[in-house]
Nanobody
Framework: QVQLVESGGGSVQSGGSLRISCVIS????????VGWFRQTPGKEREGVAA???????TYAKSVKGRFTISQDSAKNTLLLQMNNLKPEDTAMYYC??????????????????????WGQGTQVTVSS
């Protein structure tokens, strides 16, 4: 059974930093894709950052240069370091995992529909 449990969310002022974590069990993510998504009320869930089975990272344009995704294989943990946070980064952040066909990774890795395994989310709030 695949389980994903996020932690580390909280409130921070604009320009601050926060690191959120996701412990993944039951999913050998060195053979699949794992990623972070976020969602605000009334909006679709959007991909933020992801890692494929080769370790290649992909970022949304809105966070590139500010956020860093990484994984601690020994602890089965996916991390998202968020720096220079902005009020528009306020959202519920979810981690996700699944296997994507090699020929679909580029198009699907930051798409919600590419993933079937999700955590419960952790709230990040950035105040101005």
């Amino acid at each position: 059974q695949v389980q994903l449990v996020e932690s580390g969310g909280g409130s921070v002022q604009s320009g601050g930093s926060l690191r959120i974590s996701c412990v993944i069990s039951g999913f050998p993510y060195d053979t699949g894709c794992v990623g972070w998504f976020r969602q605000t009320p009334g909006k679709e869930r959007e991909g933020v950052a992801a890692i494929d089975s080769d370790g290649t990272t992909t970022y949304a344009k809105s966070v590139k240069g500010r956020f860093t995704i990484s994984q601690d294989s020994a602890k089965n943990t996916l991390l998202l370091q968020m720096n220079n946070l902005k009020p528009e980064d306020t959202a519920m952040y979810y981690c996700a995992a699944d296997y994507l066909p090699d020929n679909a990774i580029t198009d699907m890795i930051l798409q919600e529909k590419g993933y079937n395994y999700w955590g419960q989310g952790t709230q990040v709030t950035v105040s101005s």
